[in-house]
């Protein structure tokens, strides 16, 4: 089991940065991949970006060259660095957490809202 806290969301003009940070209850350097999903208004929930136990990194196209994906195994810590924000990044982010173990588990954080104004 892990909890998963987001923080960092917020109202941002178009063209502007915002860095979300998702805080585990526990050592992160088991698990086996940490990603930030979005869930816009009306839409299904999408991959933004993960990241592998390994640093092994992977982004939606629709995010490549403007969003930056770390880890951080000593603060059990993954962060989102969003720049050039556009009004379509607008959206609910959730941090998740998967491990595979016998079957593959999925941990979510309750969300944090972002808001990018044209």
């Known amino acids: 089991q892990v909890q998963l806290v987001e923080s960092g969301g917020g109202l941002v003009q178009g063209g502007g940065s915002l860095r979300l940070s998702c805080a585990a209850s526990r050592s992160i350097f088991s698990i086996d991949a940490m990603g930030w999903y979005r869930q816009a208004p009306g839409k299904q929930r999408e991959l933004v970006a993960a990241?592998?136990?390994?640093?092994?990194?992977n982004y939606a196209d629709s995010v490549k060259g403007r969003f930056t994906i770390s880890r951080d195994n000593a603060k059990n810590t993954v962060d989102l660095q969003m720049n050039s924000l556009k009004p379509e990044d607008t959206a609910v982010y959730y941090c998740n957490a998967r491990v595979v173990s016998f079957g593959s588990y999925d941990y979510w954080g309750q969300g944090t809202q972002v808001t990018v104004s044209s």
């Open positions: 990241i592998t136990r390994g640093g092994s990194t």
